[in-house]
């Protein structure tokens, strides 16, 4: 039957820093790399070969990708890059320490802004150092100036459903590697999560989730490779 596994990036330099990240390309730090590495042999030592791999058009997601699938030998596989995988935009917060932005807007409001399903940080600025209004991935697209959980499950599931589901039902081992935000959206509709407890739920970084799907492309349990 098929089988999904979702690794989200390993640890980047805002990870490492508790800065609000995004849609802005920040790179792996070493132990993100390590988590990475470590993604792939686990694949190759639990024998789950991945045959398809997708990823976002974001740095971190994609050297993940190529790190794991060459510590297991599938660096030649096809891989698809797409936006709607990317990270959750966090408009104006992008860049801002977490820490220090609670101290200025308070805890209350930051926890609304980072985990309420569908109120978006504030905009951010046209013009700002981190607007990406003229990245050459981007082209042709209204890039968003911020969202909610809630927007990025309307981007992420129709991707889902047109892109890569598809291609699971034809049989192939699919590796999609993303971010919380674009994984939790996933997440959410795989395991039919309520709006409530899906903001509640972390995906760790460089950890493989495995879903089994039967004949009818029903999934299973999601569970950690590392535990089966």
């Known amino acids: 039957m098929p089988n999904l596994i979702l690794v989200r990036h390993g640890q980047s330099q805002w990870n490492l820093e508790n800065r609000f990240t995004g849609w802005w390309d920040v790179d792996l730090t070493e132990k993100g790399v390590e988590e990475a590495i470590a993604a792939g042999k686990l694949l190759a030592e639990k024998e789950l070969l991945p045959t398809r791999a997708f990823t976002s058009l974001q740095l ?62 504030p905009p951010l600025e ?22 909610s959980l809630k927007l990025t499950i309307e981007r992420v599931l129709p991707y889902w459903e047109s892109d890569i589901l598809p291609v699971l039902a034809s049989g192939e081992t699919v590796m999609i590697s993303a971010h919380g935000n674009s994984l939790r959206a996933l997440v959410k509709h795989l395991s039919n999560i309520s ?29 950690y490779l590392k535990d089966r």
């Open 60 to 121: 971190r997601a994609i050297k993940t990708l190529h790190l794991a699938l060459e510590s297991c030998g599938r660096l030649w596989i096809p891989e698809t890059k797409d936006w709607r995988l990317n990270e959750r935009h966090y408009g104006g917060l992008t860049g801002l320490n977490k820490a220090e932005t609670a101290e200025k807007h308070g805890e209350e409001q930051v926890h609304i802004w980072r985990r309420s399903f569908d109120t978006p940080p």
């Open 126 to 147: 046209p013009g700002s150092e981190f607007d990406l209004a003229s990245d050459p991935r981007y082209a042709g697209l209204d890039v968003p100036d911020t969202e």
């Open 195 to 223: 709006d409530e407890e899906i903001t509640g739920l972390e995906i760790p970084t460089g950890q493989p989730i495995v879903y089994d799907f039967d004949d009818r492309m029903q999934p299973g349990e999601r569970h």
